[in-house]
């Protein structure tokens, strides 16, 4: 059982380099393998990671050539001739070597300086400016490529609520994200307001799942424990302490202007009048919130209940000063189609992003 475990435990250790190896290829990916080596009598099988590049590549359609079948007797003895390795790739970085072989040959043989645009230099002398300008023309080179690279990003169709607050304040730093996604580890200010998130359904009596995304904090502050009992005790205290919510964490989903729009609403409020009361806790000292994030659950919770949205209030609840911000004409269903489009289809349904 331990041999056992060993070998599953080395298993992970390949699966683990293999994920690094093939995440890190930014534009091509290359895999290589064999059947057969000099010293073999049988072939060898291609590796599970080989084997999942090449169907991968084949489903993408790039796979030039598919494997050549595997032959009963080792063809590096029986029909192939001696080959170097590595093949260059670059026939004129093979004939920049091959002239400074040609180069060192002249040196052995007494001939101790090149000319060089009319100047005579040392062959030491000689590579070390050798070495200067290539790094010049690859500075060059990259400083161009940047300059005059960019992509068409195409806005995806299904988004969270949060994604759309993100490309509304930045849409060239949101196509970038698009362009490359990297995973992000939440903030301490996330993770506490996740936290909080918790204890307010704890305190209700309540259980859902909390999405991290879609808990807004500000990353600049610095939160501890000391920090989370203060701010239950401020929201236990205030108006919606006592309060029992209609619904707490409410997913929901729904369509606007061709995409599909989803996101969690912290809380539900029945006023007595028949109308609805949405609110979101914001746990930052500070009082900056944006008013989209509102209008995007009022009109969420107008859809799942089939109303006009304006039976719906929405409101922005500070917990630790207890104050209720209520942004004034929040858009309705064509307010927020028309922000939609203006965020992410005045460019033929995409945002250009520089890499």
């Not at 080395?10 to 190896?21: F, I, K, N, P």
Request: proline share 6%.
């Amino acid at each position: 059982a331990f041999a056992d475990d060993l070998k599953t435990e080395a298993r992970r250790a390949e699966d683990r380099l293999a994920y690094v190896a093939v995440t890190r290829a930014r534009r091509i990916l290359i895999g290589s393998g064999h059947h057969w080596r000099p010293d073999t009598t049988k072939p060898r099988v291609f590796s599970t990671y080989l084997a999942a590049i090449l169907d991968e590549a084949e489903r993408q359609g790039h796979l030039e050539a598919s494997a050549p079948p595997v032959t009963p007797a080792n063809p590096l003895i029986t029909e192939a001739e001696p080959v170097t390795w590595p093949r260059s790739a670059d026939t004129e970085a093979l004939e920049r070597r091959q002239e400074a072989a040609a180069w060192v040959e002249q040196a052995r043989a007494g001939a101790g300086v090149v000319a060089m645009h009319d100047d005579q230099l040392l062959l030491d002398a000689y590579a070390r400016v050798e070495g200067w300008d290539a790094d010049l023309h690859r500075l060059l080179a990259e400083a161009r490529h940047a300059r005059a690279r960019h992509h068409e990003v195409t806005m995806p169709t299904v988004a969270s609520a949060t994604d759309w607050l993100r490309a509304s304040a930045d849409s060239d730093a949101y196509a970038s994200e698009l362009l490359r996604p990297m995973p992000r580890r939440p903030s301490r200010a996330t993770r506490f307001g996740t936290r909080f998130h918790r204890w307010v359904e704890h305190h209700f009596g309540a259980t859902s799942l909390v999405d991290t995304d879609e808990v807004q904090s500000a990353d600049a502050e610095e939160y501890t424990d000391a920090d989370l009992v203060e701010l239950c005790e401020a929201f236990a205290e205030g108006q919606f302490g006592e309060r029992p919510p209609h619904r707490i964490e409410a997913p929901f989903e729904y369509a606007l202007e061709g995409r599909t729009i989803r996101g969690r609403i912290d809380a539900v409020y029945a006023e007595p009048d028949g109308r609805w009361l949405v609110v979101d806790w914001k746990t930052s000292r500070g009082r900056h919130a944006d008013p989209l994030q509102l209008a995007i659950y009022r009109l969420a919770w107008a859809e799942l209940q089939g109303i006009d949205p304006s039976m719906v209030d929405a409101v922005f609840h500070f917990v630790r000063s207890d104050a209720l911000v209520r942004p004034p004409d929040l858009p309705d269903r064509a307010g927020l189609t028309a922000q939609l489009a203006a965020v992410w289809q005045d460019r033929g349904q995409s945002v250009t992003g520089h890499g």
